[in-house]
C-alpha cells in the first residue's frame, strides 16, 4: 500500500502566535486549509502536512482529552537537505520562543537536533547521508 499524503493533526493554543513561530522558520500555510480554528502547515508540498489545530476544535475529533506539555505523544522527525539547515531551523525555533529538550546527535551518517514549539510539541529536524553507514 501506498499513501496519496499525510496530516499530522497537533493541538495548539493561540493560532496567531502559531503562525508567526512558523513563518519565521520558513514555513508556508495551504490557505485553502487554514481558517479560525486552523492551520495547515506545508512541510512539504503534496505529501505531508501538519493540520495546527485550535484545542476546542481539536476536542471535537477525539474523545480524549488533550495531553498537557508534561507528557510526550509523538515525536515529529523532519528530514532536511543539510546539516547547516538543521542548525538554523532549530536555531531560529529557539529565537522564536521554542525551548530545547535535547542536545544534537551526530552518528556520522545522521545529524539531527530538537526543539519543542510554543504548544510543546517535540519537532527532531534531521540530515541523513546513508553513503557514511559503516558496513
Not at 21 to 42: H, I, M, P, R, Y
Not at 78 to 91: A, F, G, H, M, P
Not at 107 to 125: C, K
Request: glycine letters at 4%; aromatic letters at 12%; hydrophobic letters at 40%.
Amino acid at each position: 500500500m501506498k499513501i496519496k499524503s499525510i496530516y499530522v493533526n497537533l493541538p495548539i493554543k493561540n493560532l496567531e502566535k502559531t503562525r508567526e513561530f512558523w513563518t519565521k522558520l520558513g514555513f508556508s500555510f495551504n490557505e485553502q486549509f487554514s481558517d479560525e480554528k486552523a492551520l495547515c502547515l506545508v512541510l512539504n508540498e503534496g505529501l505531508i502536512y501538519s493540520m495546527l489545530i485550535s484545542h476546542e476544535f481539536f476536542s471535537t475529533f477525539t474523545n480524549r482529552s488533550i495531553a498537557d506539555t508534561s507528557t510526550t505523544q509523538v515525536l515529529v522527525a523532519i528530514e532536511v537537505k543539510s546539516r547547516e539547515l538543521v542548525d538554523q531551523l532549530v536555531k531560529n525555533a529557539l529565537e522564536n520562543g521554542a525551548s530545547r529538550y535535547k542536545e544534537s546527535v551526530d552518528h556520522g551518517w545522521m545529524y539531527y537536533d530538537s526543539f519543542a514549539d510554543l504548544d510543546g510539541h517535540q519537532w527532531e529536524i534531521m540530515f541523513t547521508d546513508p553513503s557514511q553507514i559503516q558496513q
